[in-house]
């Protein structure tokens, strides 16, 4: 069993920056992908960022160059360092966690990221 908690979201101005932190507990944190999507109203939730136990990372076009992730796997936690930020991230962010097929994956219960002036 994973447990996902989210933080760090909020009101920001375009041009902005947010941190976004999801700590884990239960299972064994390292052995998962770990990722970050969006859902903005109206829209299909999607995939911003991941990055695999190993060290492997993936970023979805409209971030690269502005968002990076990272995880600390002694703090079971998962970050999302959001730079540059336009009105068109805004969305309620979420934290995911996968192990593969054989595997639950997992998620959070989301936090909100608005970018406007």
């Known amino acids: 069993q994973v447990q996902l908690v989210e933080s760090g979201g909020g009101l920001v101005q375009p041009g902005g920056s947010l941190r976004l932190s999801c700590a884990a507990s239960?299972?064994?944190?390292?052995?998962?992908?770990m990722g970050w999507y969006r859902q903005a109203p109206g829209k299909q939730r999607e995939l911003v960022a991941s990055i695999t136990s190993g060290g492997g990372i993936n970023y979805a076009d409209s971030v690269k160059g502005r968002f990076t992730i990272s995880r600390d796997n002694a703090k079971n936690t998962v970050y999302l360092q959001m730079n540059s930020l336009k009105p068109e991230d805004t969305a309620v962010y979420y934290c995911?966690?996968?192990?593969?097929?054989?595997?639950?994956?997992?998620w959070g219960q989301g936090t909100q990221v608005t970018v406007s002036s």
């Open positions: 995911n966690a996968q192990r593969g097929v054989l595997y639950r994956e997992y």
């Open positions: 239960g299972s064994i944190f390292a052995y998962y992908t």
